[in-house]
Nanobody, 122 residues
Framework: QVQLVESGGGSAQAGGSLKLSCAASGYDFSRCGMAWYRQAPGKEREWVSTISRARTTFYTSSVKGRFTISRDNAKNMLYLQMTSLKTEDTAVYYC????????????????WGQGTQVTVSS
């Protein structure tokens, strides 16, 4: 069974840092890209960052230079290091993976974690 479990959320002051983790299981983690999304209260879920299987990284403009996505294939772990946090980073953060019904990499993000809350106060 493919599963993603986020951890590491919590509260931080503006300007502070948090590191999110996502534990993946049930598929060959090293073969697929991974992504982080977030959803703020009253807003739609938005894409934050992606890392390919080759560790190429992409970021939405609002977090570029502040957030760093990384992966540890030996541990089946995905990370999001968040620095210089802003109040507008407050959201539930989700990791996501493109896995099909055969537990192979697919084109669409089909598996989501349960989310972890990040709250940034001024």
């Amino acid at each position: 069974q493919v599963q993603l479990v986020e951890s590491g959320g919590g509260s931080a002051q503006a300007g502070g840092s948090l590191k999110l983790s996502c534990a993946a299981s049930g598929y060959d983690f090293s073969r697929c890209g991974m992504a982080w999304y977030r959803q703020a209260p009253g807003k739609e879920r938005e894409w934050v960052s992606t890392i390919s299987r080759a560790r190429t990284t992409f970021y939405t403009s609002s977090v570029k230079g502040r957030f760093t996505i990384s992966r540890d294939n030996a541990k089946n772990m995905l990370y999001l290091q968040m620095t210089s946090l802003k109040t507008e980073d407050t959201a539930v953060y989700y990791c996501a993976a493109p896995i099909d019904s055969d537990s192979q990499c697919s084109a669409d993000l089909t598996v989501w974690g349960q989310g972890t809350q990040v709250t940034v106060s001024s």
